[in-house]
């Protein structure tokens, strides 16, 4: 397998940074393609293909974000993304709020994190706690295997009135979230990121957190 990330990406990720025109882009675009945009490519398909032969029923393609922002109902006219990622989503939605739980990984100049997140509508959430509340058994079980892993961090926004107060506390940790976060950061010092086997290291750890995934895709 070839390898995916090398030194050459970061030095493309701190160079758009500090020199995000149009010049500097189109000096710098063998770059872009070589050392960003192929390995990420290469490494969405790598962990598409894995996800699929771990589980068929699993078909979320990968989405890969394009180089330019768009810049017309934004404050920040940078017209280069600082960060690079990819999705796996069925629909290829390049958009946060999402109905289903997506797969990502992501890198920028400072650090390089995957995981999955479920940013669901305010009614696409409100399913999510009838869900909880019509089999909170089920809900547990989820979060018992979330919590036999130490890869992953939950986090997301709290809603500050209480959803249900009949809920347990485990439970309410989830239920009275806006959106939820399973992430893993790391930074340009783990040697990983340049490994040949990055592929193989992220879907075995991606795995950890599988049953959560589908717990949220029901």
């Known amino acids: 397998m070839a390898d995916f990330f090398s030194e050459k990406t970061n030095e493309y990720l701190i160079g758009i940074r500090y020199n995000n025109n149009k010049q500097w882009f189109q ?3 063998d770059m872009y393609r070589e050392y960003v945009h192929g ?8 962990l598409f293909k894995k996800f699929h032969e ?30 690079k990622w990819f999705f796996l989503r069925a629909d290829g939605s390049p958009h946060i709020t999402y109905p289903n739980p997506t797969f990502f990984f992501e890198i ?9 997140f479920f940013y669901a509508d305010p009614k696409g959430m409100a399913e999510f706690r009838k ?3 019509a089999n909170v058994s089920a809900c547990r079980r989820v979060i018992k295997k979330y919590n036999a892993q130490d890869v992953f961090v939950l986090s997301g926004e709290k809603y ?11 439970i309410m940790d ?9 992430i893993r950061y790391e930074d340009y010092g783990n040697m990983e990121f340049y490994s040949e086997d990055l592929a193989d290291i992220v879907f075995e750890r991606l795995k950890l957190i599988y049953p959560v995934y589908k717990f949220f895709l029901r």
């Open 160 to 170: 500050k009135r209480i959803y249900n107060k009949d809920l347990p506390e485990d």
């Open 174 to 182: 989830w239920a009275q979230r806006k959106y939820l976060d399973f």
């Open 54 to 83: 771990y589980d068929r029923s699993f078909n979320e393609k990968p989405k890969i974000s394009r180089a330019n922002r768009d810049i017309r109902f934004s404050n920040n006219k940078n017209p280069y993304k600082e960060c």
């Open 108 to 116: 920028s100049p400072d650090w390089w994190r995957y995981g999955f």
């Open 39 to 46: 390995p990420m490519l290469h490494l969405s398909e790598e």
């Open 131 to 133: 869900k909880i509340d």
């Open 27 to 29: 000096e710098h675009k």
